[in-house]
């Protein structure tokens, strides 16, 4: 039935359509904003008024040591991410690909996996 | 010259030195004095072979023709270039050539004969014989080139090896400074020649010195071309023959071991650039302009460099400045189209000039390494054979008869007068008693008065591993001239000299030149000017020298505008020396910088905001960054004015988003 | 079947350097105290890649793979023996230091991969796959540079380098997008039609100068080079020495295919920029050259310069000048790599400061005469490497008919003259000034002294090796 409205509207009412919904929404945004502005108590404080940065705080000296090891995981996981994204694909024409798809797709993992032995070897799956 | 074998012979004229330098510098520490074995031998094979080419050009040997076709042609094809054509690497010995070859070889076997006394006992001996060798093939492989690009090839030789020479004693800080000014002078003439010889490649598609003269003449050259192309060739040709304006390096250059010198001014680096010149003869003669530039530039450096030399206190300065000025009368003559005459005065100057300097090595020999002229005098009982010699070199150089020199400057000097050009004519024939008087003076104060040093007083005549080649060269220095004694002059004998060196026929075409005819007249008035100034030089240091002191006491300015070399040097220094550096000390500073002051100038803030947040110390990561915008900038604009206004505003949304990212930086 | 037989044989270079890599690594994680057979395993590998490349040249093998997206002919097969070769004595050079870090394998690696994206880049013909092989072989040359951590300036030139090139990258990617756009191919041969009317359209103009922005950034020409002297004077002298002509003379190649192959049509414009871009790149880096008193920092703004002078070859690319443009762009790559490749190996042997090559010609006067061959041929004498680059440009250049580019020429030749200064300042502090202490010969110098007396060979031999090479140059396929 939708549809049927829409196609009856002229291209240039739709846009119309549109912004009705946009005024919809920043009218709602900013009625729950101000009504919570009214509502709520406000007692400033310095912790308060930081940036949200899940906890860390977002301005401090960039020489003392911070711990890399989270990071090294993170590119590690990568390895992994990458090697799925590309698999799934892979996998759904696997058969009209054949031989060579299959040897591609080793050449492609056995790459990968070196990254991974090179990482492992130089102990960078030990949390320490 | 077709067979193998004789053409082999010709490449070993060439080769031989350079297999004596190879041989030099990778056995020189076994060999030690040996070395010199090696390259008189090798030079000796090389003159020898020359002198066989030389019988092959005249028609002597079976097989050849005498006549302007006899010349030694062959080539191998070297580099293809493509579409755009090829070069090939070869020899093209024609009379000129031959004569040049046996020149170059002979000054190059009494310098290496004479330097085994002179050089003995030297840690760099083998060294030495290495650089002498190589020296002398490059020359030889300038002297045999049929094309530019093997020329230039050979030229550059040269030009390196001379590097060497300059500063062989390299423990002296002078021969630093000498070194550097001479390669860095001859960087900028050979730049010319260069340009040169692209501007005749590109138009004729040949760099062979028969190929262009014949395009030229066909007229695949506009005229201006070919006298701008020419006269490139000839900046070239000043830097190595010290010609003006290019005449700083040489007065500098006397560092280097005095036999070497020899070899430099009269058989190798000095001659290359006129050589050069007479080589390329066909193609210049097709331009007046050039031909008249050659001829300007030529006598007034004779002129110039002569009143340098006669307020010098070093008789190697001396030497030195007469080397300009005598070559300063080969280009004389070649502009003004006596070919034969000024290609004479090269073959005379080679003994003369290589005697001088010799003598200037024994003499300094003699009172233990110094050749101050301060230090010297008296000399004349202690060192007969130097003395004696000295003298006919002097005289030969002075241009008196019947020496040497006398014959090939006289026809120079006639030559201008015929030609019309008078003012050229006074300035050579003014020059004729400047260069006697330099030169008597130099003897004079060398071996006359009494010995003004401790050395100079127990000073004995050299070995006679010296005095020998000095003999040689002596006794040629008198009769060399010989050969050349023109028709005119009475005497029942050819000028051998004049028939077989002469400007090919479409030099002597295209310049319409009316065989010269020998005047007693001229010849005296030289020779006049010659002995006065031998007399002016007697009463000055001889007879009356209180003379010379009052002289230099009443022009101050005078003495030391000619000792100094009319100041060029300092010229020069602060024309482009000093704003050289200072543009290098500039760029220094900003480049330390960082490249800060000009960038931060345009986005302020940006560095502003960046200085605060700077990782790093030094440098400005974001003004690199926003340089490469501003690169971009600049490359849209050349690029199109059309779409500037399009391009502009994108750049610089580019740049602000740079900028910002710089803040965070 | 996206592959055949072809398509391995024209890929053996790379397979090669990829197998290689991967060996490399996986040898050096393995045993970790046989560096030496690491270094050994990296210069074999490079042999093979320029003995297949050497091969394929040879039997004149030519396949256009990937639906015309990458290409192997004379051109890009001639760009891959300079890489393989350059690679070779750099392997070779680096072997002691990189000993030293005790991360030999990292660096070689290094190397390795920068060799694999310059043997591609060379042989594209698809703009997003020249992004994406000339990225390859820049973000390891970022790691390079900042490899040496016992030096604060490696960190500063790797920091600087990764900066300005993440910007000059993002410039050259958003030309190509936009030339995409403009001509919707990104196939250098689908761009040649939006570029052939003469009259591209606005947008695929704007790409032309942003594309060749980037690419001026990653030669380092100026205004673009800033970049330059930091990092090859905080790079490790094996870093800055390849990193100065193998992925250098392949982002030449690359945009020389570019502009020939893809943008004929519009030669009047990206000739004029060159012209211009060549002349202040000639200029800053010889002005800025003259007074540096650290040997690194000069040879890295005479690389500048002499990006200046391969840029002038092609201003030159127009009238009928085109083929021996292309051929002087080629012949002046090989010349530059043996010249600029022993001098910086002449560096690691002897030191950056000026001073400590004072009085080389008494202690090391083997290592000396090379230095002395290597500056000469920077200047250009002949019958040194230097002079061949030089005189091919020449002829170019004065055959092009233009005038901005006869200017170009007359710029190059004066500044032939202007860096005399110098270099052969570094001559005369060899042969004129007392040796200082301690500038001795140390262990294990062996390769290093092989590289710089082999490269030396090469720049002397050069009048000889020129033969072949102006004959390859001349059969290269491009134009």
Not at chain 2, 460 to 482: C, D, H, K, R, Y
């Amino acid at each position: 039935m939708t549809l049927g409205l829409v196609q009856q509207m002229s291209y240039g009412a739709l846009y119309l359509y549109v912004g009705l919904f946009m005024l919809l929404v920043a009218g709602f945004v900013s009625a729950v904003l101000m009504l919570a502005r009214m509502l709520s108590p406000s007692r400033r404080s310095a912790s308060k008024s930081k940036v949200y940065e899940t906890g860390e705080s977002s301005v401090t000296d960039p020489w003392r040591p911070f711990p890399v090891r989270y990071y090294v995981f993170a590119l590690l996981f990568l390895i992994f991410d990458v090697e799925t994204a590309f698999l799934y694909p892979w996998a759904v024409i696997y058969r009209t690909l054949g031989v060579y798809g299959f040897v591609e797709m080793v050449v492609f993992v056995v790459i990968l996996a070196a990254g991974l032995v090179y990482a492992w070897k130089k102990g960078a799956l030990k949390w320490v | 010259m077709n067979t193998v074998s004789s053409q082999l012979i010709i490449a070993a004229i060439v080769g031989l030195p350079f297999m004596a330098f190879l041989i030099c510098v990778l056995f020189g520490r076994r060999l030690k004095e040996n070395a010199q074995y090696v390259g008189t031998f090798c030079v000796l094979i090389s003159l020898v072979f020359s002198c066989f080419a030389l019988a092959y050009v005249a028609g002597l040997l079976p097989g050849n023709v005498p006549g302007e076709g006899s010349s030694i042609q062959f080539s191998v094809h070297w580099i293809d270039l493509g579409p755009g054509g090829s070069f090939s690497m070869g020899v093209d010995i024609d009379h000129w050539a031959a004569v040049m070859l046996i020149i170059v070889c002979f000054v190059s076997l009494m310098v290496q004969i004479f330097s085994g006394g002179y050089m003995e006992g030297h840690p760099r001996f083998a060294w030495y014989y290495a650089v002498v060798s190589i020296f002398t093939g490059s020359m030889l492989g300038l002297v045999v080139s049929p094309n530019f690009i093997q020329a230039y090839f050979f030229w550059e030789l040269v030009g390196g090896t001379s590097y060497l020479i300059h500063g062989f004693y390299f423990e002296k800080p002078a021969a630093t400074y000498a070194a550097e000014k001479a390669f860095i002078v001859n960087r900028v003439a050979d730049a010319a020649l260069f340009i040169g010889i692209i501007i005749f490649w590109r138009e004729t598609g040949t760099t062979s010195f028969s190929g262009i003269a014949s395009a030229a003449h066909a007229g695949f050259i506009g005229s201006t071309t070919l006298t701008a192309a020419s006269l490139f060739v000839f900046l070239g040709a000043t830097g190595k023959s010290a010609q003006f304006p290019l005449h700083v390096w040489l007065s500098n250059a006397m560092q280097g071991p005095t036999p070497l010198s020899a070899l430099i001014h009269a058989a190798a680096m000095i001659v290359s650039g006129v050589y050069l010149v007479s080589r390329t003869y066909n193609i210049f003669v097709q331009s007046p302009t050039a031909m008249e530039v050659v001829a300007i530039v030529g006598a007034f450096t004779a002129f110039m460099s002569a009143t340098m030399a006669i307020a010098q206190k070093d008789i190697k300065q001396i030497i030195a400045y007469s080397t300009i000025s005598q070559f300063g009368y080969v280009m004389l003559g070649l502009g003004e189209g006596a070919f034969t005459a000024g290609v004479f005065h090269i073959y005379n100057h080679a003994l003369f000039k290589s005697l001088l300097f010799l003598l200037a090595a024994s003499l300094g020999y003699a009172v233990g390494g110094s050749s101050d002229m301060g230090v010297m005098g008296g000399l004349k009982k202690r060192m007969p054979v130097t003395y004696w010699a000295f003298v006919i070199a002097g005289l030969s150089l002075a241009g008196i008869f019947p020496f040497s020199g006398f014959w090939s400057k006289d026809a120079i000097i006639a030559a201008a007068y015929d030609e019309g050009h008078y003012v050229l004519f006074a300035l050579a024939l003014f020059t004729v008693f400047l260069t006697a008087l330099y030169i008597f003076r130099g003897i004079f104060i060398c071996f006359w008065g009494e010995p003004r040093s401790e050395e100079a007083r127990k000073a004995v005549e050299v070995p006679s591993i010296m005095t020998v080649p000095m003999i040689i060269l002596a006794f040629l220095s008198i009769v060399s001239g010989w050969v050349g004694i023109p028709k005119g002059f009475g005497l029942p004998i050819k000028d051998v000299f004049g028939d077989f060196v002469q400007p090919s026929s479409f030099a002597q075409k295209t310049l319409h030149a009316t065989p010269q005819n020998f005047s007693f007249v001229m010849a005296g008035i030289s020779v006049l000017f010659g002995v006065i100034g031998i007399w002016l030089a007697y009463t000055v240091v001889v007879a009356r020298p209180q003379w010379a002191t009052a002289v230099g006491r009443t022009f101050p300015r005078v003495h030391a505008f000619l000792l100094n070399g009319w100041y060029f040097d300092l010229v020069y220094d602060r024309l482009f020396v000093r704003p050289a550096k200072a543009l290098g000390g500039a760029v220094r500073d900003f480049d330390l910088r960082g490249f800060g002051g000009l960038v931060s100038g345009i986005g302020g803030a940006v560095s502003w905001s960046g200085e605060r947040l700077r990782a790093l110390q030094t440098g400005g990561v974001q003004n690199y960054a926003f340089a490469v915008l501003l690169g971009a900038l600049i490359i849209a604009i050349i690029a199109s004015a059309q779409y500037s206004f399009l391009v502009v505003a994108l750049v610089v949304a580019f740049s602000v988003v740079a900028a910002a990212v710089g803040a965070r930086l | 079947m996206p592959y055949s037989a072809e398509t391995f044989v024209g890929l053996i270079p790379e397979i090669i350097a990829a197998i290689f890599l991967l060996l490399v690594l996986m040898v050096g994680v393995f045993a970790e105290r046989a560096a030496g057979l690491v270094s050994g395993i990296t210069a074999l590998g490079t042999v093979l890649i320029f003995a297949s490349s050497a091969w394929l040249l040879a039997s004149g093998f030519h396949g256009s793979f990937f639906g015309g997206g990458y290409v192997v002919d004379g051109f890009a097969l001639y760009f891959k023996l300079v890489v393989a070769g350059s690679a070779f004595f750099a392997s070779l050079a680096a072997t002691r230091w990189a000993q030293g870090t005790g991360d030999a394998t990292e660096y070689l690696t290094l190397i390795l991969s920068v060799v694999l994206g310059a043997l591609l880049l060379v042989s594209m013909r698809d703009l997003f796959g020249v992004f994406l092989a000339l990225e390859l072989a820049t973000i390891p040359s970022y790691a390079m540079v900042a490899f040496d951590r016992s030096r604060r300036e490696s960190a500063e030139g790797g920091m600087k380098y990764i900066i300005t090139g993440a910007v000059a990258s993002s410039v050259l990617l958003y030309g190509i997008v936009l030339i995409y756009g403009a001509s919707s191919s990104a196939n250098l041969s689908g761009v040649a039609k939006a570029f052939s009317s003469g009259h591209a359209s606005p947008v695929a103009l704007l790409g032309l100068i942003l594309l060749l922005s980037g690419f001026a950034f990653k030669v380092s020409a100026a205004p673009f080079h800033f970049w330059t002297p930091d990092a090859y004077q905080g790079a490790p002298t094996s870093a800055a020495a390849f990193l100065s002509v193998a992925p250098k003379a392949a982002t030449f190649a690359i945009l020389l295919r570019i502009l020939v192959e893809g943008m004929p049509g519009e030669a009047r414009v990206w000739t004029a920029i060159a012209a211009v871009l060549a002349i202040v790149t000639m200029f800053t880096g010889n002005l800025f050259a003259l007074r540096q008193s650290n040997v690194r920092r000069m040879l890295a703004y005479s690389s500048v310069a002499h990006s200046g002078y391969v840029l002038t070859a092609f201003a030159a690319l127009q009238g009928g000048a085109k083929a021996e443009a292309v051929q002087a762009v080629m012949i002046y790559s090989a010349a530059y790599a043996a010249m600029n490749l022993g001098a910086f190996l002449v560096i690691d042997l002897v030191g950056e400061d000026t001073k400590s090559f004072n009085g080389l010609i008494r202690t090391r006067p083997m290592v000396a005469a090379s230095m002395f061959l290597f500056m000469a041929a920077l200047v250009g004498i002949p019958p040194l490497s230097g002079f061949w680059g030089k005189l091919w440009i020449i002829i170019a250049g004065t055959g092009s008919g233009s005038i901005l580019t006869y200017v170009t020429v007359g710029v190059l030749v004066v500044n032939t003259v202007l860096s005399v200064p110098y270099y052969f300042g570094i001559v005369r502090n060899m042969i004129f000034e007392e040796p200082v202490a301690g500038t001795g010969e140390t262990k294990g110098e062996g390769p290093l002294k092989f590289s710089v007396y082999a490269l030396a060979i090469i720049t002397v031999l050069f009048f000889i090796i020129i033969i072949p090479l102006a004959a390859v140059a001349g059969s290269s396929g491009l134009l």
